[in-house]
Each structure stands twice: as structure tokens, then as C-alpha cells.
């Protein structure tokens, strides 16, 4: 089973709530679903649109192709009027559906409302009755739900919203097409950011400061939501300096501290990704990526930020760089980033777009994620003798030195930007120098050996590679090829990955960038070259039509293209909507 | 002194920054502090080595950002003293938007600027309170640059502690950073501080001519204000030393970390936590 609902909005008339309603009511029936949200940079006008994909089976990337789609103004209906099934169905108000279409469900829904006693608040609960109706799904459900959502409201609006929601799901009863009936146990329905947030604190996050940017910033709300539930602190900072700046004092005392934000405010954190680099503080940085370069197209999607994140802050260091590939692998993540992090005593990325930020999907259930502290002292130790300080910086076999936080007794020392000794004191000997490089440097290995190896599905001479959140498009795509995604993205492991691709005599990477970046990185650590590119930087994901269309177009090549294969025309038959080529009135 | 390192500091013979260091590790001696819960946090400068030459927990970060790494140690562990310390090119010029904002959101922490109105490390560039008029590597024929004026800014931005020192008066200092260290808010102490090597017109003796010891209402705001502006409209003739300012107020602690808890005393289950109760709400 594999449905599609699409709610298509002008910003303000509540896309979102309608498609997350929806959403929620199939994974309470055991589905999995993917929500899949699209909006300008705007807050009120333009336009916004919400797909609910409903399966039996995993699934990772919206599609194409829509069975239900809900329009709420004559520009929704222009728009994705295209992407409607042969047998769907569009539902769309009589005063302005066109009326040449037989798929269309045209309804009278002001008198609707007005029949059933509600108000024009609930155009959007009739258009959920109508679509539960349309495919059979009890109308209990979305009563309960309507109970939470409005039971703040008082009785007389849950009431209401009752009778509009029946009006609606009769209606849809009466051009009943389908049949889709709860068949298993409620599921989580997560956006990106959130299972971020979950398996961070899961993994034990004690702090995290911010400063708002699309698409980060809904981690900052979700995670101030849970102050005060657990021990956690989350400050919103001045600015993207103090928030990094803040986050790397909290870890230094001896938290669990993660910053976030997108790459323009990542940029301004530069700077302090070198500081608890050199002073050995752990850090893990959360950075979603949009559509740049600068303010770029804040509310799009793009994977172009990875240089900058493998080159950010002066000076040579070892950092760890993870692209989840899915919203369940967020929430992991995120948490092991913590891990890492403690372990080896280095920056570690999250660094997800958009798409995965903001998209929605369901997880069966949220396992705890193991805390590893690495070595941190937490207990007192033996008082040092009067002007001792302790060997913070002390030269190991594995490069990690243990690590006393303020408040322990007898672990004096200072984190600092400057080089320094084993006992932490600033020096500009040689012999000290070339020593804590060589220390911080020997993590390398044993950070290698922990190492994700890449993930692979399928068998065969053709690969094709995806890296982050485009997984879910490229594998779903590419079912008939060998396919393999990076979510260890740096640094890599020679031999893991070479190892995947063994007996593979093609190479096809996807990329939603301009330039192929992570195919540089592949090439730069392993030496692996990708025998055809294909590139996608229009501030949308790839979908799995598209994916499918390029690797048509590529076996007529035998899989070996000298230039990329670009986003063009004919790729647009596969897009979403293009408003770009409509006046929106 | 428990306080003391094998190191000494290696500022220029005569500097400001001696009398700093001498009267802050006396002051957490005699307020009881322990080097254990004490840290020292500094941002990149002459006086900003600091951190080096107190036996303590301390972190000697970037410059123009004592403020954020100290808050972040602050919130993560109420029960440290947590001192920021740093120069004024550091926290008025790079720093400037910490400390109004710190200022403004009464952060529990304990900021000293080492104000000698000059850029030091970097061998003598015009800082934002370079005076008007002083010749320095970038105001070859004078500054004609209006000076940044510390002590009404922190009070306008909303600091609840602003009091101003000497680093010659080393006994003041330590007891106006005492009485910092037992204040609950955002303690900001500029400290008046000569550059032998830099400045040649703040000198001792400049400042002994011009400094008084304040004995005014510090709680009184209008009398406060008119002690922060006076050095400015007796064109620096009288410049009054001691605590400027002080009212407590709901700190920003209290609303990021709701309960206050020291974090990094809370228990982490190694087999992680169970979210679930927290997301009731997707279900």
C-alpha cells in the first residue's frame, strides 16, 4: 500500500495543521507515514502545501504522485492539479473548482459548516472528515483527536468541530474509493528536528543554546518545551558567538552541550569550533541546511554546506562529521554525537537540511540511547600539593586525556585556545607543540575503527551512493541497483568503505548541491571516483521519480556520464508543483 | 596561597594587570573560595593570560567572549564562582553585544573589564575607550572618536552590580570584587588600569589626581547615574571609584534553567534515558 494526501494552502490557512492532523490519525493506526512540508519565506501569503505519504512499509521521501488532495484556494488547485492520480480525487470548494475535471469533489463548504453548526475556523476539519470518509478510516479517531486538540477550548468547540467533522466524513462516505482501516500499533509521529531533540536527551543533553534560523529553530522551540520536564538548560542566546561560546562553557563544567543553527549562523560560530577543538571540550554542533549560499532560499533544502563544515576554524584538527540519513537515524544520531563527542574529546556535526529537519516520519518506538562518558572525572580526587595544577593535556596512547570538570578536587587546570603543556599552561615550546598535536591527532585512528561503515541494500555492478537525508528518494529510486548512503560522512574509513563497494563497476552519486561536494570528499579520502554525477540544487530534495528518470537516462550511457547530469526540463515532469511558472493572484 | 602557580606572569614591569591579579586571588582567599569550585574565565589579551597564573578551574577562551563561555560554565554549575575577566577592547569592542546583553539578562556571573583604554598584545592600536585625542598605531594624529562609556552602558543595558576600581588601589579592588563575587546578578566592575608600555596618558598619576572613592546611594538610581556620567562631563577631572550601582533582580539563570540544578550533578543513566514521556504528544 502505498497513498498519497496533499493539502494545498495559501500560508496562514493551515496546510500544516490539516496534513499533520492527517499524518497523525494513520501512524495511531499503525502506519508509517512521511510528511513532507513545503512554504516561502513568508508568514502570511504565498503558498504552502503538506503531503502525507501512508505505507505498510518504511518510508523515507515524499513522492510525485498525489491519491487525495485537499485544495483551501483556486492557486492550490493550479497547482497540483498535475500531480493527481488518474483515479483520484481532488476536493475543492464549489465556488471555485473549475468543474471540467470528473476527478474533482466539488462542495458547498460554507453551507456545510454553517449546517453543521461550526464556523469557518473548521474548514479544515470537514476536509479532513470528507478525505477519512473518501477511504474508509473510522471517524472515531479523528473525533478523539479533535477532543485533545480543542478540549482546552471548551465543550461547545469540541462539539462543533465533531458535528462538522461528520458532516464532512458522510459526504466522503458517499464517494467512498478506497479502503484503508487501522491495522497495528500507534507509532510516533516525529518531525527531523524533534527526534533530534529526543535522542539528544535521551543521550543525556543537559544544554543547548541557540539563536533562531529556519530550519534549525524548531529544535530550539521543541527543546525549551521540555525545560523544566528534566534537568536541561536552554538559552536563547544574543547571537549565534555567545550561543556556540555558551554551549562550550557548559561543556567544559561538564554537561552533555550541543549548539545549532543553519549555515549563515553557523558561519558566526566558526571561530569557537577551533576553541574546544585545542582546548579538547566536547562539542557537538547541529547544523540543518538550507539553500545558500548567504540568506540564499531560507525555507529550501540543500546539501551544500559540508565544506564549510569539514573546513570551518583555523588551524588543523579532527572533527567528526554525521549526516542521518533518515528521521529515525536523527534521533540516534544525535544522541551517539553526544557520545562521540565525550569519547574522543572533539567537535562532532549533526548536519541534516531541511528536508530531514522539517519533515515528519514514524518511529515504533524510542529506545534509550547507552550513555558513553568517555574519561571524565566527576568524583573528588587527592587535594594537589599547592601550586600543582593537573596534567589535563597528559600525552596518551589514544590521544584522550582524562578530564576533570570544576568542582572536582584536584583537577585544576584551564581549558585554553592556547597551545599549551600537559599541565594546561600556555607555551610556545616546540617540543610541547609538536606533542599535543601528535596527541590530538592519534584520536584519528581509534575514531576510525569507530567508524559507521556505509550503509548498503541491494547487489550489483551498478552502484548508487546518497549521502545524508537524500537516502530515502535515491534508495527508493534506485531499487534495482546496488545502493549505498553515508551517514559517517567524515572522517572516512578507507577500507570500510571500499568495502562496500566491492565488485562494483559503476558509480552513480546524487547530490542535492551544485558541485558534488561529498563526491570531492569520497574521492579526496578513498580515492573512489564516481563514474557519473547527478546534481539537483533547485532548493528541493530529489524524488523518487527523478531518481528513477536519471538512472534511465544513465544505463543508455552504461552508467558513465563525463559532465553531471544537471537538473533540467526534463526533470520537472517528476517535481511537486512548479508555482514558479503560475501568476499567483 | 592556594590560589598561587609556580608561573609568574610575565606582564611589562609596572603593569595594571599585577594589581588585578594580586587583588582578585586575594579576594577569593579571603571570601572562602575553593580552587575547585572556582573558575577563572578570560578572553585573549594581556590581561586575559590571567587564567594561567591562578591555580583554579578556568578557561581561556576567545576574545570578546568571556561573557558566553561564562554563563555556559554558570548555568551548566550554579555552585561555581564563576569570574569573567578580560580587557576592554575585548568586552566593549568584539564583545560588545555580550555585554549588553549579558547586562541586560542579569546572568548570575561576575564580569572584570581591565580597562586601560588601549589594545596591548597587539602592541597599541585606539580601543573603544581610547580617550579623545590620544595618539595611538591607529590614531596617528589623535582619535577623533568619541570614547565607549562602560559604566552608563552597563547601567542603561540593565546590569543589577556596576561599580568602578583602580588596579593601584589594590585593597579597594579586592573589596569591590568581594562584594561582586557575594552579589546574585550580573556584576560588572570596570577597573581603571594603567599601560605603561601603551598608554602614556592614563598613567598612575593621571588617575591618582582624578580618582575619589564614592559615597553615594548605590541603590538610588538617579544618584547612581549622575556618578556614572561624571567623569564625562567634568571632562575626567573627578572620576568616582567604588560600587556605582546595585539593586538584585530575577536572574536570566532562574528562566534558561528552570530550577537551577547543578546539571553536572544530575545522574546520567548509562543506559540512557527513556524519552517517552516526553513525546506523548507525537503519539
Known amino acids: 500500500m502505498d497513498f498519497t494526501i496533499k493539502v494545498g494552502a495559501a500560508a496562514g490557512e493551515g496546510a500544516f495543521v490539516t496534513g499533520k492532523v492527517l499524518g497523525k490519525l494513520f501512524a495511531r493506526g499503525g502506519y508509517h507515514v512521511f510528511g513532507y512540508p513545503e512554504y516561502p519565506s513568508l508568514i502570511r501569503g504565498g503558498h504552502n502545501s503538506y503531503q502525507v505519504r501512508i505505507s505498510d512499509g518504511t518510508i523515507e521521501s515524499p513522492r510525485r504522485e498525489n491519491n487525495i488532495i485537499l485544495v483551501l484556494n483556486p492557486d492550490a488547485y493550479a497547482f497540483h492539479i498535475e500531480t493527481l492520480a488518474k483515479d483520484g480525487v481532488i476536493i475543492v470548494d464549489k465556488s471555485f473548482a473549475p468543474g471540467k475535471d470528473e476527478r474533482e469533489l466539488a462542495l458547498p463548504i460554507a453551507d456545510l459548516i454553517k449546517e453543521a453548526g461550526g464556523d469557518m475556523r473548521m474548514k479544515n476539519t470537514l476536509l479532513v472528515g470528507v478525505t477519512l470518509g473518501l477511504v474508509g478510516y473510522p471517524l472515531e479517531m479523528l473525533e478523539q483527536l479533535l477532543e485533545e486538540i480543542f478540549g482546552s477550548k471548551g465543550e461547545e468547540v469540541v462539539n462543533a468541530n465533531k458535528r462538522v467533522a461528520r458532516a464532512g466524513y458522510e459526504i466522503g462516505k458517499d464517494h467512498k474509493k478506497w479502503e484503508i482501516v487501522p491495522k497495528g500499533e500507534p507509532k510516533y509521529y516525529i518531525a527531523g528536528n524533534e527526534a533530534a531533540g529526543l535522542g539528544a536527551l535521551s543521550a543525556g543533553l543537559r544544554f543547548y543554546s541557540g539563536y533562531p534560523m529556519t530550519p534549525a529553530s524548531s529544535l530550539l522551540h521543541f527543546l525549551i518545551s521540555k525545560r523544566g520536564k528534566l534537568p536541561l538548560a536552554v538559552v536563547q542566546s544574543e547571537d549565534e558567538i555567545a550561543a556556540i561560546n555558551q554551549a562550550i562553557g557548559a561543556a567544559y563544567a561538564g554537561v552533555r552541550a550541543m549548539t545549532g543553527s543553519s549555515g549563515g549562523g553557523f558561519a558566526l560560530m566558526t571561530e569557537a569550533v577551533g576553541l574546544a577543538a585545542l582546548a579538547e571540550i566536547p562539542l557537538v554542533v547541529y547544523l540543518a541546511q538550507r539553500t545558500g549560499p548567504s540568506t540564499g532560499m531560507p525555507t529550501w533544502t540543500e546539501q551544500a554546506d559540508l565544506f564549510q563544515v569539514l573546513g570551518a576554524s583555523q588551524g588543523e584538527f579532527l572533527r567528526i562529521v554525521l549526516a542521518p540519513t533518515s528521521i529515525p537515524e536523527n534521533y540516534r544520531l544525535t544522541g551517539e554525537a553526544l557520545n562521540l563527542a565525550e569519547k574522543y574529546q572533539v567537535p562532532v556535526f549533526v548536519l541534516v537540511d531541511k528536508f530531514l529537519a522539517e519533515s515528519n516520519a514514524t518511529l515504533d518506538s524510542l529506545p534509550p540511547i547507552p550513555i558513553e562518558r568517555g574519561p571524565i572525572i566527576l568524583e573528588d580526587m587527592e587535594e594537589l600539593p599547592l601550586m600543582k595544577r593537573y596534567p589535563r593535556y597528559k600525552d596518551t596512547e589514544t590521544g584522550v586525556s582524562p578530564r576533570p570538570v570544576p568542582g572536582v578536587r584536584g583537577g585544576y587546570h584551564i581549558g585554553t585556545s592556547y597551545e599549551h603543556r600537559e599541565d594546561s599552561f600556555t607555551t610556545e615550546d616546540f617540543d610541547e607543540r609538536k606533542k599535543q598535536v601528535d596527541k590530538r591527532m592519534r584520536k584519528l585512528a581509534h575514531i576510525l575503527n569507530e567508524s559507521y561503515p556505509p550503509i548498503v541494500e541491494g547487489n550489483g555492478r551498478v552502484a548508487v551512493v546518497a549521502w545524508g537525508s537524500q537516502k530515502g528518494p535515491v534508495f527508493e529510486g534506485a531499487k534495482k541497483y546496488k545502493r549505498i548512503a553515508f551517514n559517517w560522512v567524515y572522517p572516512l574509513d578507507k577500507e570500510k568503505v571500499k568495502k562496500a563497494f566491492e565488485g562494483v563497476e559503476r558509480i552513480v552519486v546524487f547530490e542535492n548541491n551544485a558541485t558534488g561536494l561529498f563526491s570531492k570528499l569520497l574521492y579526496m579520502e578513498t580515492g573512489i571516483k564516481p563514474d557519473a554525477l547527478v546534481l539537483k540544487y533547485t532548493g528541493r530534495q530529489f524524488f523518487p521519480e527523478q531518481v528513477e528518470h536519471a538512472l534511465e537516462m544513465l544505463e543508455e550511457k552504461d552508467f558513465q556520464s563525463p559532465d553531471p547530469i544537471r537538473y533540467e526540463e526534463d526533470f520537472e515532469k517528476y517535481e511537486f508543483y512548479a508555482p514558479w511558472r503560475y501568476k499567483v493572484k | ?283
Open chain 2, 1 to 283: 596561597m592556594e590560589f598561587n602557580t609556580p608561573e609568574k606572569p610575565q606582564w611589562c614591569p609596572g603593569c595594571g594587570d599585577y594589581g588585578i591579579h594580586t587583588a582578585l586571588k586575594q579576594a577569593l582567599h579571603e571570601v572562602g573560595a575553593h580552587p575547585k569550585d572556582t573558575v577563572i574565565v578570560s578572553g585573549i589579551g594581556c590581561g586575559s593570560k590571567i587564567p594561567n597564573y591562578v591555580r583554579s578551574y578556568g578557561l581561556e577562551g576567545l576574545h570578546g567572549r568571556v561573557i558566553p563561555t561564562s554563563v555556559g560554565i554558570k548555568i551548566a554549575n550554579p555552585e561555581l564562582t564563576v569570574i569573567g575577566i578580560g580587557g576592554d577592547g575585548d568586552g566593549f569592542s568584539e564583545g560588545g553585544n555580550h555585554f549588553i546583553h549579558g547586562a541586560r539578562e542579569n546572568f548570575d556571573i561576575v564580569y572584570i573589564v581591565q580597562d586601560n583604554h588601549i589594545y596591548g598584545l597587539t602592541t597599541g592600536q585606539a580601543s573603544p575607550t581610547t580617550p579623545k585625542g590620544m595618539k595611538t598605531k591607529t590614531t596617528p594624529d589623535g582619535n577623533m572618536i568619541n570614547e565607549f562609556r562602560p559604566v552608563p552602558m552597563a547601567l542603561v543595558a540593565g546590569a543589577t552590580f556596576v561599580a568602578t576600581a583602580f588596579a593601584g588601589d589594590i585593597m579597594h579592588l579586592k573589596e569591590v570584587i568581594k562584594e561582586a563575587i557575594a552579589h546574585k546578578g550580573f556584576a560588572f566592575i570596570d577597573v581603571y588600569q594603567p599601560c605603561v608600555t601603551w598608554n602614556k596618558l592614563n598613567t598612575y598619576d593621571w588617575y591618582r589626581e582624578r580618582v575619589y572613592k564614592t559615597t553615594h546611594d548605590p541603590s538610588d538610581w538617579n544618584q547612581a547615574w549622575e556618578k556614572a556620567w561624571e567623569p564625562y562631563v567634568t571632562d575626567f577631572e573627578k572620576i568616582p571609584l567604588g560600587v556605582i550601582y546595585k539593586k538584585e533582580r530575577e536572574i536570566a539563570d532562574d528562566f534558561f534553567s528552570p530550577g537551577r540544578k547543578n546539571l553536572v550533578k544530575e545522574p546520567l543513566d548509562p543506559n540512557g534515558i527513556d524519552v517517552s514521556f516526553l513525546a506523548k504528544e507525537f503519539l
